[in-house]
């Protein structure tokens, strides 16, 4: 009987269909766990954490930087991030 096994396949193809869907906001953290230069800070990694977030809002996004596992007088003497505006996020 080939009924049960087309409608197993249409569920999984709609399954995937549904995940693959662009998602209305996302927010990406990276977590820093190395040092560049100099010894490795004290406190425990990551020890610096960079989060991206779209909010839902086309055009737009907020960074926000935790240095939160840095302890005494450790700081963040410079942060780069790279910027390819040539990329159009919503034909990639």
Do not use: Q
């Not at 926000?64 to 505006?85: H, S």
């Amino acid at each position: 009987m080939t009924f049960p096994r087309t409608r197993s396949l249409l569920a999984c193809v709609a399954v995937l269909a549904f995940l693959s869907a662009p998602a209305g906001a996302a927010i990406l953290t990276l977590p820093l766990d190395f040092a560049f230069s100099g010894a490795s800070p004290d406190g425990p990694p990551p020890y610096v954490e960079v989060t991206f977030d779209d909010g839902g809002t086309p055009g737009s996004v907020d960074i926000t930087v935790d240095a939160n596992n840095l302890v005494d007088f450790e700081l963040v003497k410079g942060l780069y991030l790279n910027v390819r505006p040539e990329i159009n996020p919503l034909t990639s």
